[in-house]
């Protein structure tokens, strides 16, 4: 049942992560566009829009994946640490439940960005200003811009991920110990445990250059045009935000094992009957080839 759960978890963290890609390819795309002068006028106009009314969805997907990946490995630490409460806390109803309810409240916490500028026609008509409404409210720029972002997006996240992925490593060094006498479905388990390490640190490494970056731009406002520090480091930040999306795929193939048979059996035609899946989901042509034998004889 919890990797039932867990699977799907793993599928809901991937459509987060192509959201954020996807809304930083509209708006990186024709801003650079732009930046070089190669954009005809009316992408001047319809830019401005587009990045205010856009990129707001583009937080509510970086929010999402951020509480998808705690709550994954929240799922792999109760399979590791309390396996006993799995069948209670970790079922699939109840990983659709939270999936859906990270949803829901990342769109109610990006909210107010859709209404936190105002778009006005420039008085030549010839391009859009946009005007900061929350400017001098000091309440929205230092309780939700500063404060709550970082409770919400950064510090309750990150101390929850260090606990676990901590309490995640000492189990796996554990098992480890004693792999020869684990069975094919606690070699998956353990590969997975792995791969979500990796992820998570992946995950921190790529995620602590944002909160940086907004400390910096929220003490020096004036320093963000070409050539400043802040500049450059805003567009590193953004990449890395970019790679730590893209990149979950290629860490399942290099540390899950499953993952690549599957991947094989659903690519290449013809896998499936040299390495066929055995009752545990997973390929061992040896096991099959013991197993005919013994029939055989």
Not at 40 to 64: C, I, R, T
Not at 256 to 265: D, G, I, N, P, Q
Request: glycine share 4%; hydrophobic share 45%.
């Amino acid at each position: 049942m919890q990797k039932n759960a867990t699977s799907f978890i793993l599928i809901a963290l991937p459509v987060f992560d192509n959201g954020v890609c996807v809304i930083w390819l509209i708006n990186s795309v024709p801003k650079s566009m732009c930046i070089f002068d190669t954009c005809v006028d009316f992408m001047k106009k319809e830019f401005q829009y587009q990045y205010h009314f856009v990129w707001p969805v583009g937080s509510m997907f970086h929010l999402a994946g951020t509480w998808t990946i705690v709550l994954v490995t929240a799922y792999r630490f109760m399979g590791a640490c309390y396996p006993h409460a799995v069948t209670k806390y970790c079922t699939l109803k109840k990983a659709k439940i939270q999936v859906l309810v990270i949803a829901i409240g990342s769109t109610l916490f990006c909210l107010p960005r859709f209404f936190d500028h105002k778009l006005t026609i420039s008085e030549d008509g010839s391009k859009l200003v946009a005007e900061d409404v929350f400017k001098y409210d000091t309440f929205f720029n230092y309780f939700y811009e500063f404060a709550l972002y970082y409770v919400v997006i950064f510090v309750i996240p990150f101390t929850l991920l260090v606990f676990m992925t901590i309490r995640l490593m000492l189990a796996l060094s554990v098992s480890r110990q004693r792999r020869e006498q684990m069975t094919r479905n606690k070699q998956d388990e353990s590969d997975m445990s792995v791969t979500l390490i990796v992820i998570v640190i992946m995950f921190m490494i790529c995620q602590v250059l944002n909160p940086l970056r907004r400390i910096i731009t929220f003490i020096r406002k004036d320093t963000t045009k070409c050539g400043d520090f802040i500049y450059y480091f805003e567009t590193i930040s953004s990449v890395a935000i970019l790679i730590n999306s893209c990149a979950n795929f290629v860490v399942y193939c290099v540390f899950s094992r499953r993952f690549r048979k599957v991947l094989l059996r659903y690519v290449c035609k013809g896998y499936d009957t040299v390495f066929p899946m055995t009752t545990e989901g997973s390929a061992n042509p040896r096991i099959t080839t013991v197993a005919t034998a013994e029939g055989t004889l």
